[in-house]
């Protein structure tokens, strides 16, 4: 038995805006019967500001399913289109009181819905997903463009919060690997965000302090980029506002050196320690 | 007022345990607590209870005594099946199975697999029925065991396992049934059969969860898989559930008892909730040989509906049942024996599965007929499909 709050319970056994709208200004489909759920919305428009005056669905799908679909309606009525283009399945989820991890796939597909009702509005024609992007999950149909959109708008880590909201790897299990291969990419790219987002120079380090901060920088921001080209850094010695390094590996002999010290090295340093610093080699 | 009946229809995942059981096995909870083991009377009277109780649960299976092995319940006696059978002929990395078997044996075949054992996975036809020349076929010099099942837990779906047993053992080849949906709910004769090893699990028919057994026909080749002491003459070691044995040879008594009820009412009581939804909607499909089915079991197909949501207004109207659709089995994909039986995504999805017992009346039924319509309505003009259906209904 599924943990589903009230407001899911609400949403499911009394849905809301249930139907078609005739003179539909936009509809979004998605999903289809054999992957066991599928959302039709259609939405009524002013024209003038681009507000949704009405918004009806139909689902085939489980109750969290019906439920999204619901909440979703309710929650764009009334909204622009830019208002209602803010909208996250994380929203949908809120909305509800949460949903199980489980089924986080269905407030993917209300958002999903919505995108396409607005992009078939706007004259957009609308790209169906398989198109855009490769496939990664057969079973389910899920291209590599909504695992990397899906892994990013909700921060995922692990392969089964990927199937949790997209299914994908949910069926024969045969993509995990590649969709272990995009959450890597990604993740990877984030790990060096960090130390690139940190505070502009610092006035009024000490000596200790301007040491660490230099030592810091060049093992987090700098080396990793290095070491990527098959060389490395090592910090020989500071010098009031002189900076010794020496570069091994393959950069120690790469022609780019000086571009490598000037470009990289010594504008990092400069941008998180010190605005003065001078990076020199020791070879 | 406020309390909402329940009308219980999902007996092949669990049933209710019968007043009797309880009252047999309540004095083995209080002041009947020794361990049959124990020298002393005090044990020694327990070891007596339990010597009935083997020959109760022999006697439904018409097996002897000394036939029936006690254990946990139904994942236990097939897990000892297979893995027992294996230990004991080590060069045989064969097994046959097929492809709508219980988790219990699938998932434990699927790991063997990992382990260097390669294992033939039957398949089943649209009516779910296996095809007896495939059986015969997948046999090899070093198949080591071929575990069927007796009936199935879904579709109800029986199979001949007497005719499959009688190919299994031409070869030599160790037979193994898994007969938890079956035991209780249809009679059962392994005397003179060909199976060697039968599963069953108590809270399938009224006794109580924890207790099940596992029938080795006298001089089948098997190893045990708990190791310990000399319980169940070196089977199983553990010290014995005594008040689940007790309570599971009461329940076979029961089963024994009310076995004319569960083929003649039990049935009548599934045909007519079949037959009543069959003819309100066309979008509406049976699972599973109506003929070679359990009494009990019906698995009915609403197309373009799923599965869950329809579980989800039951539930609402105090109506417990099941489904194969993906949402309800916390996979994605729906039930692995409606896709072998190649049911349509769009009716596996909306599959719902009533399973009766004894304990369900004929108002039990007449309250499903008249939740289920205005469910199924509802849904059909919630799906983007279901006006169509609606426009064609009957």
Known sequence: ?283 | MGEKKLVYVDNNATTRVDDEVIEAMRPYFTELYGNPSSIHSFGGQIAKKIASARAQVAELLGAQDTEIVFTSGGTESDNFAIKGVLEYFPDRRHIVTTKVEHHAVLNLCDKLATEGYQVTKLSVDRKGNLDLDEVRDSLRDDTAIVSVMYANNETGVIFPVDTIGQIVKERGITFHVDGVQAVGKIPINLKDSPIDLLSLSGHKFHAPKGIGALYVKRGTRIRPMMIGGHHERGRRAGTENVPGIVGLAKACELAKRFMEDELTRVRGMRDRLEQSTLSRFKNTLVNGDREHRTPNTSNTSFEYVEGEAILLYLDEKGIAASSGSACTSGSLEPSHVLRAMGVPFTAAHGSVRFSLSRFNTDADIDCILSELPPIIERLLEISPFGREVLQAKV
């Not at chain 1, 009806?56 to 622009?80: D, H, N, P, V, Y």
């Not at chain 1, 090592?234 to 506002?241: K, M, Q, R, S, W």
């Not at chain 1, 002189?242 to 120690?252: D, K, P």
């Not at chain 1, 490598?260 to 340093?269: C, D, F």
């Open chain 1, 1 to 283: 038995m599924w943990d589903y709050t009230d407001k899911v319970k609400d949403h499911y056994m009394n849905p809301r805006n249930v139907g078609e709208i005739n003179d539909a200004d936009a509809v979004g489909e998605v999903g289809n019967i054999v992957c066991g759920d599928a959302l039709k919305l259609s939405l009524k428009i002013d024209k003038k500001d681009e507000r949704i005056m009405d918004a009806k669905f139909q689902t085939f799908g489980c109750g969290s399913a019906i439920a999204s679909s619901s909440a979703l309606t309710e929650m764009i009525r009334g909204k622009t289109l830019s208002e209602a283009e803010q909208i996250t399945n994380q929203d949908i989820a809120d909305y509800l009181g949460g949903l199980p991890q489980e089924k986080m796939h269905c407030s993917v597909m209300g958002r999903e819905a919505l995108e396409a009702a607005i992009a078939r509005y706007r004259g957009k024609e609308v790209v169906r997903e398989e198109e855009e992007g490769k496939l990664v999950c057969q079973c389910f149909g899920v291209t590599d463009k909504k695992i990397e959109k899906v892994i990013r708008e909700n921060n995922l880590t692990t392969v089964e919060q990927v199937t949790n909201y997209t299914k994908a790897g949910g069926g024969c299990g045969a993509c995990i690997p590649k969709i272990e291969d995009i959450l890597k990419e990604i993740r990877g790219k984030k790990e060096g965000e960090p130390a690139e987002k940190k505070a502009a120079p610092r006035k009024g380090l000490t000596n200790i302090q301007k040491m660490q901060l230099i030592q810091e920088t060049i093992v987090k921001s700098i080396r990793p980029q290095l070491q990527r080209d098959g060389g490395d850094i090592e910090l020989i010695d500071i010098d009031g506002p002189r900076v010794l390094i020496a570069l091994r590996g393959m950069c120690a002999n790469c022609v780019a050196a000086e571009a490598t010290i000037k470009g990289q090295v010594e504008a990092r340093l400069r941008e998180f320690v010190d605005e003065n610093i001078i990076v020199e080699e020791v070879k």
